[in-house]
């Protein structure tokens, strides 16, 4: 039982990471129709950017943790105006190219500078961080990335109920024409949709770094789980994503911890194999208003 | 010239419109606008009134169409061609055909949006306004807008027009698939937007009758071009448009297939 509980709360903590990476993926897909086949390459540059500003830059973990999301910001700003806005209006198979293709950039910039080993932040998080429930030991990590995890999941849902500009977002992602017609600044919308996602993305990269340790080709192989996560979450469901991030996560320690570790990440992928031949639109993505 | 309260507002200069580089869709369009006044733009189906309207509001681009010639000036500035960011920040806003609203958004975030183009936004005291103008909304702010039914999705997206402070409205088919009595309701409240809040409005309309009651001008276009304008009185008198449009022949009643020669005279124009 209580192996059961202490894998149930790793599944969670992990899950919830996924939940935010995806969701991050979502609202470039809901805003612009892009995928983005680059999102686990945002994932690893910014657990990189971390690893550069704690280790060889010697910052306090707070203050790299904040530049490395201001960076990660910039870098989602810059990637949508330099490559993806002057693509605005061609087929979709040329914008997919081209995040394939800043995938490959990325990694070989990375694998450039740090190489394919596996590099570790140092330990900063105080053991104290740890909680004991009865005989469940949960460690820091996972306290520290639920933590994060919900934090961020409340900001962004009081971003997008409440600010104009997540009033914006959604109604670009709703109706564009129509958005377009009230004067709402469509690229901007997207530029602050690629500028979140990479924030997000960026996040994500530090904790599963403290979690497993970083390494350009694992990094990024997680960044790739998103794609079973909101194919099961529904590709334009925002919540969706968080559900299927946290239900792909519990099933991955699962299988991990019950069957067999080398088949932790293969569930996933059975998982978006069977949801696609039974619900095409994922758990929440089917839900159209049609009543117009 | 911005002060001069009957000077022309919007000026369409002998316009053309080309789709996709090869579809000609307007052959030179020349209208004028009068501020503080309601003109109609009547015709069938595919006659060009809504380009006409998407070439004012700059809501050609995203289709790929383009004014080829010509020019538009509104309010002394040339707007042809320029995005519909910088359109709608002018004070033009265009509302939709067929009803537009953002489905997962609720009522009141709609309007909210209304509010993109201005830069302060206390937008409490408008969205009283809106409430105030389309009763119907009240009572329906919380829920989403793609529960609602289609007159109220109408009022919706006017009402998300008006947050904006249009100086300019354009209103493509405002009574689309709506029944006579809502119809009338909405029209009686463009009639009202016009008179309090002194904007000017463009309304392009099938239902002809209704339209040339509250306008003061109207214009008559038929593929791609203005065959016919006057002031709405002259209009509703004249006998092509009673027999085209208002579907009332010269004698006063409908033309029936019973009798001889009922076919229509097709008019042609020059």
């Not at chain 2, 369409?12 to 580089?21: F, G, K, R, T």
């Not at chain 2, 509302?95 to 183009?117: C, D, H, M, S, W």
Request: hydrophobic content about 50%; proline content about 4%.
């Amino acid at each position: 039982m209580d192996f059961f509980i202490q894998l149930l709360v790793n599944g969670l903590s992990i899950g919830l990471l996924y939940g935010l990476s995806a969701m991050g993926f979502v609202m470039i897909f809901k805003s612009s129709s892009v995928l983005n086949f680059a999102h686990g390459e945002l994932l690893a540059m910014g657990a990189f950017l971390f690893l550069v500003l704690t280790t060889w830059a010697g910052l306090p973990v707070y203050l790299a943790f904040l530049i490395t999301l201001a960076g990660s910001f910039v870098l989602g700003f810059a990637v949508e105006r330099l490559f993806l806005r002057p693509l605005i209006g061609e087929s979709l198979i040329f914008v997919i190219m081209l995040t394939v293709g800043l995938a490959s950039i990325f990694k070989g910039i990375l694998l450039f500078f740090f190489g394919g080993n596996l590099h570790t932040y140092p330990e900063f998080l105080p053991a104290g961080l740890g909680l004991q429930f009865g005989n469940v030991f949960v460690p820091p990590v996972y306290v520290a990335s639920s933590f994060i995890g919900i934090v961020f999941l409340v900001l962004f849902g009081l971003f997008f109920k409440f600010s104009s500009q997540g009033i914006f977002m959604r109604s670009v992602a709703d109706n564009q024409t129509a958005a377009l017609s009230l004067g709402v600044h469509v690229k901007k919308v997207f530029a602050l949709s690629w500028a979140i996602a990479a924030m997000v993305a960026g996040m994500s990269g530090i904790v599963l770094g403290v979690i497993n340790g970083i390494n350009v080709h694992e990094i990024s192989a997680i960044g790739l789980k998103v794609f079973p996560v909101v194919i099961l979450g529904g590709l334009d469901s925002i919540g969706g994503a968080i559900i299927g991030g946290i239900i792909i996560g519990l099933l991955e320690t699962f299988t991990c911890g019950y069957i067999s570790p080398s088949l932790r990440d293969v569930v996933p992928y059975a998982v978006l194999v069977c949801i696609l031949l039974i619900k095409p639109y994922g758990l929440f993505g089917l839900v159209d208003i049609e009543r117009v | 010239m911005t002060d001069n309260p009957s000077g022309i507002f919007l000026q369409l200069n002998n316009i053309s419109v080309v789709y996709s580089d090869v579809i000609q869709v307007l052959k030179g369009v020349s209208l004028s606008v009068e501020k503080h006044r309601i003109v109609s733009l009547l015709g069938s189906n595919g006659a060009g009134k809504t380009t006409t309207l998407k070439a004012i509001s700059g809501l050609l681009k995203p289709e790929n169409g383009k004014v080829t010639d010509g020019s538009i000036s509104f309010d002394g500035a040339v707007i042809q061609n320029s995005s519909p960011e910088q359109i709608t920040r002018k004070g033009i806003i265009q509302v939709l055909e067929g009803r537009q609203p953002f489905k997962y958004l609720t009522i009141e975030e709609n309007l909210k949006v209304g509010t993109a183009t201005r830069w302060t936004r206390p937008y409490k005291k408008d969205l009283e306004m809106v409430y105030d103008y389309f009763p119907a909304l009240t009572k329906r702010r919380k829920s989403l807008a793609g529960y609602c039914s289609g007159g109220e999705l109408q009022m919706l997206v006017m009402g998300r027009a008006l947050m904006a402070h249009p100086r300019l409205l354009l209103l493509d088919e405002p009574s689309l698939g709506l029944a006579p009595l809502v119809v009338r309701e909405i029209f009686r409240i463009i009639r009202r937007i016009n008179e309090e809040q002194g904007t000017t409005i463009i309304l392009v309309e099938q239902n002809a009758n209704m339209a040339l009651q509250i306008a003061h001008y109207g214009y008559v276009m038929e593929n791609g071009k203005i065959v016919m304008e006057g002031e709405a009185r002259s209009l509703r008198e004249n006998p092509d448009v009673k027999e085209f449009y208002l579907g009332v022949g010269a004698g006063g009643k409908t033309r029936t297939y019973k009798d001889i020669k009922s076919y229509r005279r097709r008019k042609r124009w020059l």
